[in-house]
């Protein structure tokens, strides 16, 4: 089962979207959601996994958590808000977040891989 979404997965304007600090994203994550690329990958998460992943942040209560498409609109949020703390760990550092990243280059925030665990 897929349990990894990588930043090339998701359009960089997805990502900057959905993951605008300071302000509510809501409303563009359901936008995003329904867009058929990004909704191929969300959709193609287990819904278990993805359960118990966003059980592990101890954000959302069981009730909350039976809502798997509600879920999968927490993913998308959580993943381009790590994928975007990547990107400006990245541009300040003056490397391509979307390309090969230099060996030692360890970002201390976000990451180019969104992992449910």
């Known amino acids: 089962m897929t349990r990894e979404i990588l930043i090339t997965d998701l359009p ?7 993951s605008t600090p300071g302000q509510a994203a809501d409303d563009d994550v359901y936008f995003w959601r329904r867009d058929p690329a990004v909704a191929k990958i969300l959709d193609a998460l287990n819904s278990d ?3 118990r ?31 975007r703390e990547y990107i ?12 090969e990243r230099p060996e030692d280059f360890d970002p201390s925030c976000g990451s180019d891989l969104f992992t449910l665990e």
């Open 12 to 18: 960089l304007d997805c990502i900057m979207d959905c």
């Open 49 to 51: 996994t993805v359960r």
């Open 53 to 83: 992943g966003l059980k592990g942040y101890g954000a959302w209560d069981e009730d909350e958590l039976a809502d798997d498409e509600q879920n999968r609109h927490r993913v998308l949020w959580l993943a381009c808000g790590n994928f």
């Open 88 to 99: 400006e760990e990245c541009k300040e550092q003056g490397i391509d977040p979307f390309g």
